[in-house]
């Protein structure tokens, strides 16, 4: 069973940074692509940024020039850089991976991020 933790959510003002990590169970190299939901309260889950085995990353328009999503292959982690937080990206956030072999898509418990002052 693949499972993917999550670690590096918690409180910071606004205009403040935070880091989360995902970390597979198995190898990176297993997933041809990996990335980050977020769910606000009241509202549906969406999707914030992916990277590929390939390292090509992609990022929604509301994260743009703010967020950077990063593959680190000898840690087996992918990281979501935030900066220039605002109110509005306070959402627990989810790790997605799709496994090449299995052919389906897994998902991190979710991390709490919380913008606020």
């Known amino acids: 069973q693949v499972q993917l933790a999550e670690s590096g959510g918690g409180l910071v003002q606004p205009g403040g940074s935070l880091r989360l990590s995902c970390a597979p169970s198995?190898?990176?190299?297993?997933?041809?692509?990996m990335g980050w939901y977020r769910q606000a309260p009241g509202k549906e889950r969406e999707w914030v940024a992916q990277v590929l085995s390939s390292s090509g990353t992609d990022y929604a328009d509301s994260v743009k020039g703010r967020f950077t999503i990063s593959r680190d292959n000898a840690k087996n982690t992918v990281y979501l850089q935030m900066n220039s937080l605002k109110p509005e990206d306070t959402a627990v956030y989810y790790c997605?991976?799709?496994?090449?072999?299995?052919?389906?898509?897994?998902w991190g418990q979710g991390t709490q991020v919380t913008v606020s002052s």
């Open positions: 997605n991976a799709y496994h090449i072999h299995t052919q389906q898509n897994y």
């Open positions: 198995g190898s990176i190299t297993s997933f041809s692509a």
